[in-house]
């Protein structure tokens, strides 16, 4: 039997701090500004990939959740897997002529989310990374997470921070071909473990603009973003990862919030304006911010830090000690229907079935900040925290038959 070429792996969702809003050049997928993001546990939210070699394949395959994808010649997806094979050419093969040229033959791949794409969180960082990382694996490249976030970032810009776990920054670079527009770990998962996220899924029927087209749309129109560029985000980069090194909370939570706002405020600013956040996005900032204020003026510090990408989700990141207080604030504005509530890492015990029951606001919380909305408007929470970067699986865990095609 001739042997089998093929790696599984599996890699995380990130939600970027300081966001990634416009590229220099659109097709290396090189930005206009840094940009820094915390990796969420793939236990709950991930992307798992399997890639397979074999000189029987007819033509580069890719399944997305059992379903075929085009490969388009020239697409993302076509760069991504051409610039892997050509590391496996020219990293491996043109050392050792003992090995096959398993960089010649076709691949087939296939990916699967543990998330709802309906759930409107960004599947594209996750799956591109996962990818790479799976691909790596298959040929055997001893290279660097930096090394293979330099091809994931030509899948999509926000995948190349899904390499490592724990705080990542994605540095710009200055070299026209991209060579030095990489992602570099600031701090490992273990740095900071008591930093978690509360993802507020919000309902959202309008088919908002996509990430791709909405930031291009805000370089080519936006004077606010120029002034983001060059006086905003270069100082928020530094003291964002020195709050992070130093577990500063109410550094990290003021700047994650005006990052956040200041994003929506360029997409605001672009011709036509884009909007992201709804009605309950924005009732969600107003808890938070009621939220912090009671804390601080009950001598305490910041409690809780929003940040939205391209849609109305919400994610609040919170230390462990307060994500409980944060949960039963939220489910009183925005009741869950019972058994919908997925409490992964236990905030409510045996008594998450209904977690509406543990709806509370802390003492002195100005409950007139926001309206309360109907069971639906937040239609799940999903309760994380910090993880790690791409993990090899086992062949046990592989998404392709015998075959070579998805199981
Ligand atoms: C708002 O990485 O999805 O989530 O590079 O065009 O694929 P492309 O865009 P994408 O943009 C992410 C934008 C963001 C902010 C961020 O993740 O930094």
Redesign the pocket.
């Known amino acids: 039997m001739s042997p089998v070429y093929q790696a599984t792996a599996s890699a995380p969702v990130?939600?970027?701090v300081?966001?990634?809003?416009g590229?220099r050049d659109t097709k290396l997928?090189l930005p206009t500004n840094s940009?820094l993001?915390v990796t969420l546990d793939q236990d709950h939210l991930r992307s798992t990939t399997t890639s397979r070699a074999d000189a029987s394949f007819e033509r580069d395959q890719l399944w997305l959740n059992g379903k075929e994808d085009e490969i388009k010649p020239g697409s993302?997806l076509a760069t991504c897997i051409s610039e892997m094979k050509r590391l496996r050419k020219e990293v491996v093969e043109d050392k050792n002529l003992a090995e096959p040229k398993i960089s010649q033959y076709n691949v087939h791949i296939a990916s699967y989310n543990n998330f709802p794409t309906a759930a409107g969180l960004?599947s594209?960082?996750s799956g591109f990374a996962a990818l790479v990382a799976s691909l790596a694996h298959l040929y055997a490249l001893p290279v660097s997470p930096s090394t293979l976030s330099l091809i994931a970032?030509q899948?999509?810009?926000?995948?190349c921070?899904s390499l490592f776990g724990g705080f990542v920054a994605?540095q710009m670079g200055s070299d026209a071909a991209g060579t030095d527009s990489l992602a570099v770990q600031v701090a490992p998962q273990e740095h900071w473990p008591q930093m978690q996220a509360l993802i507020c899924v919000v309902s959202d029927d309008k088919k908002g603009t996509?990430?791709?087209s909405g930031?291009q749309r805000t370089v080519e129109t936006s004077p606010l973003l120029q002034h983001r560029i060059k006086y905003v985000v270069p100082e928020r980069m530094e003291r964002i990862s020195k709050a992070i090194l130093e577990r500063d909370f109410d550094t990290f939570a003021t700047i994650t919030m005006a990052d956040s706002n200041q994003?929506h405020a360029v997409a605001l600013d672009t011709e036509p304006p884009i909007f992201y956040m709804n009605d309950v996005s924005r009732a969600i900032i107003a808890l938070i911010v009621e939220y912090n204020r009671l804390s601080i003026a009950n001598g305490g510090g910041y409690k809780a830090a929003y940040t939205y990408?391209?849609g109305p989700n919400a994610v609040i990141y919170a230390l462990e000690e307060n994500i409980k207080e944060i949960a039963q604030l939220i489910v009183s504005y925005f009741p869950q229907k019972p058994g919908e509530f997925k409490d992964v890492l236990g905030l409510f015990g045996a008594g998450a079935a209904d977690v509406n029951v543990h709806a509370k606001v802390p003492v002195g919380f100005n409950e007139a900040v926001a309206k309360k909305f109907e069971v639906g408007a937040v239609k799940g929470l999903i309760h994380t925290r910090v993880g790690d970067g791409p993990r090899k699986l086992g062949d046990e865990e592989s998404l392709l038959a015998e075959s070579g095609v998805p199981k």
């Open positions: 990130n939600i970027a300081i966001k990634y809003w590229k997928i940009s993001s993302r960004a594209s960082a970032r899948g999509s810009g926000s995948a921070r994605w996509s990430s791709t930031m994003f990408d391209a």
